[in-house]
């Protein structure tokens, strides 16, 4: 009797034992929201707790470690090899190619300086000279430096919120108007150097020979391209002779064909890009360029030329380029 007791204890022991196993097993189902069958709890394979650090991917996201061997996740980019090769910014800096589209880095905006500064009547500030400061508005003379540096002054008129600049580096923009002082925000880009000329003495191919670019003039007969890339005779329109500082610099190309030229770094080669554009072995005029450098200029001023037709193009030291006069 006192067995069978025993034994009745023991199944009921077990019994609960097993009511509280189901509803464990109940409570979880719930809590995970999943469907769960007993053959997904007896096959389930052991749980393995990876440690928490993390990996940092190439384009900056990070990948934890995960799946039974504990292995750092693929990054995002990891497949993805880019060019090697590297593009020259408007500052000195050099970037890379990154994925995932393989396109160049942003150039550092270190080329950029911004500062605010007062002016007052007959006072003068890179391109702007006040002559007269109203409560509302200032009158001045704006001086441009591109397309052509003629040292004359426009009339020029600002309310707050407008700019006056000299065509390419500098630009100030009026904030605020006080008693007889004018508050302004001045912006420097060297991204955009002036002039973007040509160097004195690069020979122009012309009817009559090839002529240094400053003795040229208009009217004069120059080499120029039509629509279909012909060579034909031109006449020019238009010269420019720009003062430039003391600071300013060329870009140096070299081709594989022995031909050379030095220009500023913003001038238009004719298909989109600018001499500051060209790295070794890119394509000028049918040939490589070997050497791509920048480099100091010590003349006073530079030189461009706008032939008459279609293209505004003309061949200086032999290679074919574009006008900045259009």
């Excluded at 500062?115 to 000279?129: D, S, V």
């Excluded at 391209?225 to 060579?231: F, I, S, T």
């Excluded at 050379?260 to 600018?274: K, M, Q």
């Amino acid at each position: 009797m006192t067995s069978q007791k025993g034994a009745i204890s023991l199944l009921l022991i077990g019994l609960i034992a097993g009511a509280a196993v189901i509803l464990g097993l109940a409570t979880f189902i719930a809590a995970t929201q999943k469907e769960v069958t007993l053959t997904d709890i007896f096959n389930a394979p052991n749980q393995t707790a990876c440690t928490q650090e993390a990996m940092q991917c190439s384009d900056g996201s990070y990948v934890g470690r995960s799946g039974p061997n504990c292995e750092f996740a693929k990054c995002p980019t990891q497949n993805i090899i880019c060019a090697q090769d590297v593009r020259q910014c408007t500052n000195g800096l050099y970037v890379n190619r990154i994925a995932p589209n393989c396109d160049f880095a942003i150039c550092p905006q270190e080329n950029l300086n911004e500062k605010q500064i007062t002016l007052q009547e007959g006072q003068r500030q890179g391109p702007l000279l006040i002559q007269k400061i109203y409560p509302t508005y200032i009158t001045g003379l704006n001086f441009a430096e591109y397309p052509v540096a003629t040292g004359q002054g426009r009339p020029i008129t600002l309310y707050v919120g407008q700019t006056a600049s000299n065509g390419c580096t500098i630009t100030l923009t009026l904030v605020s108007i006080q008693n007889n002082t004018a508050t302004f925000t001045e912006k420097t880009d060297f991204s955009k150097p002036c002039p973007i000329c040509l160097a004195e003495n690069t020979l122009i191919d012309t009817p009559n020979g090839v002529i240094p670019v400053q003795n040229l003039q208009a009217g004069m007969a120059v080499w120029t391209v039509d629509a279909l890339g012909q060579r034909v005779a031109g006449t020019i329109i238009k010269t420019s002779k720009t003062p430039v500082p003391a600071t300013h610099q060329m870009v140096h190309i070299i081709l594989g064909d022995k031909r050379e030229i030095f220009a500023s770094p913003g001038h238009p080669i004719g298909d989109g890009r600018i001499f500051n554009d060209l790295l070794v072995d890119d394509i000028l005029d049918g040939s490589p360029v070997i050497v791509a450098e920048k480099t100091s200029y010590d003349k006073g001023y530079t030189y461009d030329i706008l032939p008459s037709g279609n293209t505004g193009l003309y061949f200086a030291n032999g290679i074919l380029i574009d006008s900045t006069l259009h």
